[in-house]
T-cell receptor, first 113, second 113 residues
Framework: DGGITQSPKYLFRKEGQNVTLSCEQNLNHDAMYWYRQDPGQGLRLIYY???????QKGDIAEGYSVSREKKESFPLTVTSAQKNPTAFYLC????????????FGQGTRLTVV | AQSVTQLGSHVSVSEGALVLLRCNYS??????LFWYVQYPNQGLQLLLKYTSAATLVKGINGFEAEFKKSETSFHLTKPSAHMSDAAEYFCAVSVGANSKLTFGKGITLSVRP
């Protein structure tokens, strides 16, 4: 089945540690996105990539990093510089045209203690 | 820059009553508009989308939305609410060729028996 897979579903880390969230898609989509979701704040865009080996900062990129070495994969690293990393993280992918919908993974809930 | 406004964070209706969730957009060029639904601890699922064809768009689970350019609105409706409609609903906008998808803050729909 085609889809987008995020792993793990739940992740716990100690403060000060970097952590990498996985996102893989087999939909052959060019564009991939990372969003952060906090209660009452909707989805805020962290990074997005429209093509392999290229990505752009979203609205809240500070403290995060990404790579896009393969079309299928767009991992997100939450660094120790992110001051409030505990949140629900959603990955999405989309075809290249602006009239196409995004497909979402099931999310990763990160808790930093 | 594109943006979406979803007024109110919570809507409560009785089972069988009309559901109306409001979405207004801001865009300097013709937009593409989307409604998504999210159940707890899950990713987002597309309900429907407007891509400049028909202004009245029908989606899954009995939902529909009407694009009104004069009001810059894309409100979501359902004639008769069901308990299973209780979820969070997000409106999103995309314009131009950069494929960036911008979300509103979301509305939580509660359905009373």
């Amino acid at each position: 089945d085609g889809g987008i897979t995020q792993s793990p579903k739940y992740l716990f880390r100690k403060e000060g540690q970097n952590v990498t969230l996985s996102c893989e898609q087999n939909l052959n989509h060019d564009a991939m996105y990372w969003y952060r979701q906090d209660p009452g704040q909707g989805l805020r865009l962290i990074y997005y990539s429209q093509i392999v080996n290229d990505f752009q900062k979203g609205d809240i990129a500070e403290g995060y990093s990404v790579s896009r070495e393969k079309k299928e994969s767009f991992p997100l690293t939450v660094t120790s510089a992110q001051k409030n990393p505990t949140a629900f993280y959603l990955c999405a992918s989309r075809g290249g045209q602006p009239n196409t919908e995004a497909f979402f993974g099931q999310g990763t809930r990160l808790t930093v203690v | 820059a594109q943006s979406v406004t979803q007024l109110g964070s919570h809507v409560s209706v009785s089972e069988g009553a009309l559901v109306l969730l409001r979405c207004n957009y801001s865009s300097s060029v013709p937009p593409y508009l989307f409604w998504y639904v999210q159940y707890p601890n899950q990713g987002l699922q597309l309900l429907l989308k407007y891509t400049s064809a028909a202004t009245l768009v029908k989606g899954i689970n009995g939902f529909e939305a009407e694009f009104k350019k004069s009001e810059t609105s894309f409100h979501l409706t359902k004639p008769s609410a069901h308990m299973s409609d209780a979820a969070e609903y997000f409106c999103a906008v995309s314009v131009g060729a950069n494929s960036k998808l911008t979300f509103g803050k979301g509305i939580t729909l509660s359905v009373r028996p």
